[in-house]
Structure formats: C-alpha cells, structure tokens
C-alpha cells in the first residue's frame, strides 16, 4: 500500500472515530462517501469497511464512556433486541422498495428529529419515590461537576420504534444512531450524553454482525480495514473524553445540526450527486 493511500486512511478513520464518540453515530456517513468518492472502492467494499472502522471507534469510545458511566449498557443491550429484529426486517423491505425512497424517508425522520431537539428543552425524570428502581440510572457530569440521576421513561414504546431505527439503518446503511439517539433522548427521557454514549455503545454491537458476512463474502480490504481501524480507534478515545466536557445542552445543538447535515448528504446520495 502507497504511504499517501495508508496516511489518508487513518486520517479517515481519526476524524471518524472523533465523530462518532461525540455523537454516538458511528461516523459511517462519513466512511462510505469518502471510501467510494476519494479512494475507489466499491459499495459493498466501502461498506464493509465502514463496518469496520464503527466497531473500533465504539470499542475505543466504549472504553471510556462505560468507565464513567455514561453508557447505559443495560438500556442498550435491550434495546438492542428489536434493533437487531427491525434491521433484518429492513434488508428485506429493502429488496422491494426504490433506493432513493428509502433515503428521502430517512432524510426526513432526521429532519423531524433535529427540530424536535432544538424546539423541545431536554427534560429527565427523576424517580416520584425519590428512591432508585430497575430503570433509575446516575452518571457524572464533568461539564458542570454534578451527579446526574434520571429514571428511563417509555420503555416499550421505545423498544417498538428502535424496530423503525434498526430497518431504516438496514434499508439505508447510514447507521441507526441518528435516530436512536433522538428517540432516547426525546421519549425516553435520557440526558443527551448518556444517549449518545449509549447509542456508541449499541452501534458496535449492531456493525459486528454486518461486518461478519461481509468478512465471510470476502468483500474486507483487510489491508484498508486495518488502516481505518487504528485510526477510528485513536480517534474514539480522543473523542470520547471531549465528549464528557461539553455541556450537554451545547452537545444537543451540535448534534442537530449533524443531523441536518446528515440529511443533506443523504438526499445528495439519493438524487445521484454523491
């Protein structure tokens, strides 16, 4: 591999994995494009590649954002059930259905959800008793030097529409975490960071299973792969603590206007300007 293909690889993996521990997003809107765009590759390879770089950037951001307490592992694990059952639904959806009408929808469920977080104030609620149940969680946040204690509202409602968030993810491959953070954040009540911690936790989970039939299809780049990967890793732990000092209602602005972004690229993509 040519020194200048290696050095752009990291490069796109350290921005990635920045992006993504910040967000909880994986930074696969910004893997395909450039791979396909900038170095070549075909989808099936960008993607599977993207893959790749997701699962090292949420390790290396899990390492980090666990520890402290920001990733709520056991909401994630459960919602991670109907994630996995709406993205096969998805695939097969995904068969039946226009590209481009798959991406238009998606552009405008983030749209939605971006104005929701800029309209709609962030509110968690607290346990009526004062005393903590199954579902009361605490973490710590540097930003302000304060405990944070909220308790998960909606938990079945919620699990039904991570189902939509695991087939859009499927249909689209542009990564669910641009609609699960919302949804944790909005109907469930989560604080901003811990549903972006969160949701970096789950989308390691989720691309794991991808990247294995693409490893099996034969469609890794070991060689890329590797490249990204290293990178994504690095950047996800710098990332990861940046993450833990920004106020989270500076947190919830930016990440609205990532959406807005987001849904650019991908009406871009799906009018065949990308």
Not at 74 to 83: A, D, K, P, Q, Y
Not at 99 to 127: D, H
Request: glycine share 12%; hydrophobic share 50%; aromatic share 8%.
């Amino acid at each position: 591999m040519e020194p200048l293909i290696l050095i752009g690889l990291m490069v796109l993996g350290l921005c990635s994995g920045i992006f993504g521990a910040l967000f909880g997003l994986g930074g696969g809107v910004i893997f395909v494009p450039v791979l396909m765009l900038i170095f070549g590759l075909e989808p099936t390879e960008a993607v599977a590649i993207s893959l790749i770089g997701i699962i090292a950037g949420s390790v290396g951001a899990s390492t980090v954002l666990v520890d402290r307490g920001l990733s709520n592992v056991r909401l994630g694990l459960l919602l991670e059930i109907t994630t996995c059952i709406g993205a096969i639904a998805g695939a097969i959806i995904a068969t039946y259905l226009d590209s481009w009408i798959l991406m238009v929808l998606f552009s405008a469920i983030i749209i939605y959800s971006g104005i929701r977080m800029i309209v709609n104030p962030e509110r968690t609620v607290e346990p009526a008793s004062g005393e903590d149940t199954p579902l009361t969680f605490r973490y710590r946040d540097e930003s302000v030097g304060e405990d944070v204690r909220y308790e998960v509202q909606n938990i079945r409602s919620g699990m039904g529409l991570c189902t939509i968030a695991g087939a859009l993810s499927s249909m689209t491959g542009v990564g669910g975490g641009a609609v699960k953070v919302p949804l944790m954040n909005i109907h469930m009540h989560v604080p901003m960071k811990a549903a972006s911690s969160t949701s970096s936790y789950m989308i390691g989970i989720t691309a794991f299973s991808g990247a294995i039939t693409y490893f099996f299809a034969g469609e890794v780049i070991l060689s890329y792969a590797a490249c990204v990967a290293i990178g994504a890793f690095i950047g996800s732990l710098v990332g990861a603590r940046y993450a833990r000092k920004i106020p989270a209602r500076h947190l919830r602005k930016y990440f609205s206007v990532v959406l807005f972004i987001m849904a650019i690229l991908v009406l871009l993509q799906a009018g065949g300007i990308l």
